[in-house]
């Protein structure tokens, strides 16, 4: 069976809670579930795509809740955390100790200005490339950070999305 005939056929119990661990806003998954059947990968990747800039700012904060800080292995045997540690894995082992206590005092820093913790797909990027995006964003107006957090978070929702549909059998 195709993946994408797999994704069709879960109950929506079912694909609801994989989504969470996908994207920790439920209404992102309760939308990607509602808009099956598709007809194809891209149109369910399209579809959550779609639903991910939807979230408001609280369904937002929900999928944050999800991520550790950056630079912080998730804890853990979920799906979620797995993929978390996979996202950073590469960027954590680029890291020297200055580096990665510079990173620490931005994560807290940019928590202290925002409330809430610096979300960045990691994926590809070096902790001196994270670095300098945290510093970089502390500067950001409310109003523009919380469009650059939605953006990565979709961008993050949107690769595991890809994990869990290479996963389906």
Request: glycine share 4%; aromatic share 4%.
């Amino acid at each position: 069976m195709d993946r994408i005939d797999v994704l069709n056929s879960l109950p929506a119990e079912k694909l609801e809670a994989d989504l969470l661990a996908v994207c920790a806003a439920p209404a992102w998954g309760r939308a990607v579930v509602a808009r099956r059947p598709y007809p194809s990968r891209a149109a369910a990747m399209a579809a959550a795509d779609a639903a991910a800039r939807d979230l408001s700012w609280d369904e937002v904060l929900l999928g944050l809740s999800a991520h550790p800080r950056i630079g912080e292995r998730a804890q853990g045997d979920s799906k979620e955390a797995a993929w978390s540690r996979r996202e950073q894995s590469a960027a954590a082992s680029s890291a020297d100790d200055e580096t990665r206590a510079a990173l620490t005092a931005a994560n807290h820093a940019y928590e202290d200005r925002f409330g809430h913790v610096f979300l960045i797909f990691a994926s590809g990027r070096t902790q001196e490339e994270i670095l300098a995006a945290a510093l970089a964003r502390i500067g950001n107006d409310e109003e523009t950070e919380r469009a650059v957090v939605a953006g990565e978070l979709r961008k993050i929702a949107l690769l595991r999305l890809e994990r869990l549909l290479d996963a389906l059998d």
